[in-house]
């Protein structure tokens, strides 16, 4: 049974910084290519970053230059570091394979960014 948990959300003023971690347990984390989703109100779930087992890595387009993903397979933790936080960038932020595994949803993290 793969469980991912995410933690580090929080309530942060525009243009500040929050890192999110995700632990991942019951699965061969390092060969997965990972990814940060997120969902806002009323809106669709969608990928904001994702990092291959080799480490490559890319961005939606919203989030380019301003959010880093990163992994330690070691821990068996994927990170996203979020800087310049913007209020459309508040959302419920999960973690989860890419692509998605239904069953590996997690509660995720609310990233909250007030102007």
């Known amino acids: 049974q793969v469980q991912l948990v995410e933690s580090g959300g929080g309530l942060v003023q525009a243009g500040g910084s929050l890192r999110l971690s995700c632990a991942a347990s019951g699965t061969s984390f390092s060969i997965n290519t990972m990814g940060w989703y997120r969902q806002a109100p009323g809106k669709q779930r969608e990928l904001v970053a994702s990092i291959t087992s080799g480490g490559s890595t890319d961005y939606a387009d919203s989030v380019k230059g301003r959010f880093t993903i990163s992994r330690d397979n070691a821990k068996n933790t994927v990170y996203v570091q979020m800087n310049y936080l913007k209020p459309e960038d508040t959302a419920v932020y999960y973690c989860?394979?890419?692509?998605?595994?239904?069953?590996?949803w997690g509660q995720g993290a609310q990233v909250t960014v007030s102007s």
């Open positions: 989860n394979f890419c692509p998605p595994s239904l069953r590996s």
